[in-house]
């Protein structure tokens, strides 16, 4: 079996025990999401997909700021024990959120046509530009996250297909259907006021 394979299954195993984690809202999912970023950079260096190579150093950054954030960013005025609990994103953010994806994306795409061979690099770029964004909104715990990685999630799943990497598709199609039920999910956890489901 080759080593691409080898990875691709490794990474979706680890990938599977991310998004449930993620579903769960549990502090441990960036234990994992420390990991399965490592592997990841290896299988999409290999496979070709730069802009997913170079977002997954941004995923080892942010998992550490998001363990931080979820670990010391208590709510104001709450218990310290308590966790951060999940909320909506403030309407403020769209336009910045907006701005950053458009702005990332067209300079992604442009280093990757510029320096590199990608034949994908309009899509691997969009969808590098739209993670930058559903990373951050997850390490804030805000329940929008999950809208941004169905959207990404799709895209990634025919990506993968056409880029060869069947294991990582199939596990980007999972993340798209468990993503749904994660948006529904976290709004029943801010309804019910609840920060993670132990």
């Given at each position: 079996m080759e080593t691409l394979t080898i990875l691709d299954i490794i990474g979706t195993i680890i990938g599977l025990v991310y998004i449930w984690l993620e579903y769960k809202a549990s502090i441990y999912l960036w234990i994992v999401g420390v990991i399965m970023p490592a592997i990841y950079i290896i299988v999409y260096y290999k496979a070709g997909l730069f802009a997913d190579f170079g977002i997954n150093i941004y995923y080892l950054i942010a998992a550490v700021y998001g363990?931080?954030?979820?670990?010391?960013?208590?709510?104001?005025?709450?218990?310290?024990?308590?966790?951060?609990?999940?909320?909506?994103?403030?309407?403020?953010?769209?336009?910045?959120?907006?701005?950053?994806?458009?702005?990332?994306?067209?300079?992604?795409?442009?280093?990757?046509?510029?320096?590199?061979?990608?034949?994908?690099?309009?899509?691997?770029?969009?969808?590098?530009?739209?993670s930058v964004i559903g990373m951050w909104?997850?390490?804030?715990?805000?329940?929008?996250?999950?809208?941004?990685?169905?959207?990404v999630d799709i895209l990634c799943c025919?990506?993968?297909?056409?880029?060869?990497?069947?294991?990582?598709?199939?596990?980007?199609?999972?993340?798209?259907?468990?993503a749904i039920f994660g948006y529904y999910k976290w709004k029943k956890m801010i309804k019910d006021g609840i920060s993670s489901d132990k």
């Open positions: 363990w931080l954030v979820w670990q010391f960013g208590k709510k104001h005025g709450q218990d310290s024990d308590e966790e951060l609990p999940v909320t909506h994103a403030k309407i403020k953010y769209i336009l910045p959120c907006t701005v950053i994806a458009i702005a990332l994306w067209l300079v992604i795409a442009w280093i990757l046509i510029k320096f590199t061979n990608s034949n994908v690099p309009w899509l691997d770029s969009f969808v590098t530009a739209l909104l997850l390490t804030r715990k805000y329940v929008e996250q999950w809208l941004v990685w169905i959207v025919g990506l993968y297909i056409y880029k060869g990497i069947p294991f990582t598709a199939f596990l980007y199609g999972v993340y798209a259907i468990i």
